[in-house]
């Protein structure tokens, strides 16, 4: 969840491991509720217990992941959609051949 190039940042609070976190944020809301969901669902399926410290870094480091995750797999679908549409415009074009 990193800063955009124009420095805007919306505030947050969710809820990870039972503890609320305030998270600045340049993406929107509903996203980085995922990201939250996303860690709190592999914490619990991990369920250590960690020294407040390490539990919070630990946290921070998820959310980082998290919001790659998704950023990559919406790169992903946005250029196998351009992709198709490529492919469906060369299928229905006459071709000089016919």
Do not use: Q, W
Request: charged share 35%.
């Amino acid at each position: 969840m990193n800063e955009d190039e124009t420095g805007r940042h919306t505030a947050i609070t969710v809820e990870i491991a039972g503890e609320s976190y305030t998270l600045r944020t340049d993406a929107d809301a509903e996203h980085a509720r995922r990201c939250a969901a996303l860690v709190d669902a592999r914490m619990r399926a991990i369920s250590g217990d960690a020294s407040p410290v390490a539990k919070k870094t630990a946290i921070m480091a998820a959310l980082s992941l998290a919001d790659e995750l998704f950023k990559h797999r919406s790169g992903v679908r946005k250029r196998s959609r351009a992709m198709a549409d490529r492919i469906e415009t060369a299928i229905e074009s006459p071709t000089s051949e016919d």
